[in-house]
Structure formats: structure tokens, C-alpha cells
């Protein structure tokens, strides 16, 4: 069966500290490993990862994936309020197919 | 250009009721989503349509749940009869088909469903 865990389940910080969320997965036909935001109720996308040790970076977001200890991490340094959202990632199973994990909410005081 | 669009956002329903929801997606994607999000949990896959052809309701709770697209434009999903666990946030998704590799899945706002 196709599984998606994220750790941890919940994160509580202060602004401005930096943040790692992590994702492993066991799925069949792996294509791609996605990171979105979800704040109230859709779904946003963040990164798309299909190739191991290369890091994408977007502001103070960054992630990577090893396709071998079949993982991806989440990086969110300089943590703002606005950052406050759960976090999911998902795999591709085939070509469209998405698997979810349960999320990690991330909670940013100030 | 207009997102995925869903109606209606909130819906409170006693067990046993009928509840549709109703999705419609960004113009031109051929491929649309419905997906179940339960408190506290990620979005599972229900269906899944590329035009008006369903190509992937293995999760689908057919005893209970029917979704159709029938011009390959927008979709509704229904639920009859309604029970305590159906109680979720139900997520429209659509997306462009580009050859075999990922295209992206932009989600629709939502309807949060309570069944009491």
C-alpha cells in the first residue's frame, strides 16, 4: 500500500527561527514528490522534486529529495507569521496520480 | 484567469440526507479531481476525469458516492445517504494534459461538509 508520513505532525516556533519539515514515502511507480501550503482550504503548490540532491529554492523556502532513503525535507528559514499553514506533501503515482501525506501544521508566534 | 470554482462552501446536512457538491474547473484543463479531505488529515484521491471519461475511482465509495462529468466541463459529486464520517472538506482539482509527465493540480476553494 502506497504511504506518505510526515514528521511532525505539528510545530510550534518563534518568528524568525528556521524550520525542517520532513516527508518519507513508500510508493510504487514514484514519479515526483510535490510540496504545497495550505492555509484555509486549497491547496497551493510550492515545489516539484523528481531528481535526488538537487535543492530548489524559492525565497526563504528550499527542499530536496533523496531518492534513495526515499525523502524530502522542507526548509523555511527566517520564519514570518504569514508562514502559520499546514504543509503537505504528496508523490506522484504514475503520471497524475497524487498521494498525500497527513500534513504538518506549522505554527509561527511572534 | 479564473481559478477552479466550487459551490456551495458550507454544507450542514443530518445523517441520511442527499448533499451534491458542484466543481468547475479552469477553462481548458481536461483532466478534473474530487478529493476528501478529513480533519487533521491529507486530501485522498476520489475520482479522477479526463474529459467526461472517469479515469481513476478505485476510492471511490460507490455504495454511496457518484461524481459525473458529463460534457467534460464542470462535475458534480453527490453523496446519498450521508454518513457521520463523510463529514469533510471536499476538494475540486483540475489540471492542463501534457504528455506523461506531472501536470500541476490547481485545487478549488472547498466545501465543508458536516453531517450531524
Known amino acids: 500500500e502506497d504511504k506518505v508520513v510526515q514528521s511532525p505532525l505539528s510545530l510550534v516556533v518563534h518568528e524568525g527561527d528556521t524550520v525542517t519539515l520532513n516527508c518519507s514515502y513508500e510508493?510504487?511507480?514514484?514519479?515526483?514528490l510535490l510540496w504545497y501550503k495550505q492555509e484555509k482550504k486549497a491547496p497551493t503548490f510550492l515545489f516539484m522534486l523528481?531528481?535526488?540532491?538537487i535543492e530548489k529554492k524559492s525565497g526563504r523556502l528550499s527542499s530536496i529529495l533523496d531518492k534513495k532513503e526515499l525523502f524530502s525535507i522542507l526548509n523555511i528559514t527566517a520564519t514570518q507569521t504569514g508562514d502559520s499553514a499546514v504543509y503537505l506533501c504528496?508523490?506522484?503515482?504514475?503520471?497524475?496520480?497524487?498521494?498525500f501525506g497527513q500534513g504538518t501544521r506549522l505554527t509561527i508566534n511572534p | 484567469e479564473a481559478g477552479v470554482a466550487q459551490s456551495p462552501r458550507y454544507k450542514i446536512i443530518e445523517k441520511r440526507q442527499s448533499v451534491a457538491f458542484w466543481c468547475n474547473p479552469i477553462?481548458?484543463?481536461?483532466?478534473l479531481y474530487w478529493y476528501q479531505q478529513i480533519l487533521g488529515q491529507g486530501p485522498k484521491l476520489l475520482i479522477q476525469?479526463?474529459?467526461?471519461?472517469?479515469?481513476?475511482d478505485s476510492q471511490l465509495p460507490k455504495d454511496r458516492f457518484s461524481a459525473e462529468r458529463l460534457k467534460g466541463v464542470d462535475s458534480t459529486l453527490k453523496i446519498q445517504p450521508a454518513k457521520l464520517e463523510d463529514s469533510a472538506v471536499y476538494l475540486c482539482?483540475?489540471?492542463?494534459?501534457?504528455?506523461?509527465?506531472?501536470?500541476?493540480?490547481?485545487f478549488g476553494p472547498g466545501t465543508r461538509l458536516t453531517v450531524l
Open positions: 523528481t531528481s535526488s540532491g
Open positions: 510508493v510504487t511507480n514514484f514519479r515526483s
Open positions: 476525469f479526463q474529459n467526461n471519461g472517469v479515469v481513476d
Open positions: 477553462s481548458g484543463h481536461a483532466t
Open positions: 482539482a483540475s489540471s492542463l494534459v501534457r504528455g506523461r509527465s506531472y501536470n500541476e493540480q490547481f
Open positions: 504528496a508523490v506522484t503515482r504514475g503520471a497524475q496520480k497524487l498521494v
